[in-house]
């Protein structure tokens, strides 16, 4: 359903979902089969879209739960 399984070769790449209370992906990660999922990444990915929610903010590369978040939009690209 996802599109992470290879019919061909027999395996499901190695992917995680994640999907917000409305049932909308708000992200995915899918790495190639050898390589396992990072759950540290993925719970700071959750939140941080959490953090989104409540603030309004975006989070920038490297953040982390209690950081400050930083402002959205075109406006601020390449600022941060």
Do not use: S
Request: charged share 20%; proline share 9%.
């Amino acid at each position: 359903m996802y599109g992470v399984l290879n019919e061909k070769e027999g395996f499901a790449y190695r992917a995680a979902f994640i999907i917000d209370p409305e049932g909308r992906i708000q992200g995915y990660l899918v790495n190639p089969q050898p390589v396992g999922r990072n759950i540290d990444e993925i719970i700071r990915i959750i939140k941080a879209l959490q953090y989104h929610r409540k603030t309004g903010l975006g989070v920038p590369a490297g953040w982390k739960p209690g950081d400050p978040g930083i402002p959205t939009g075109w406006e601020y690209v390449g600022k941060y």
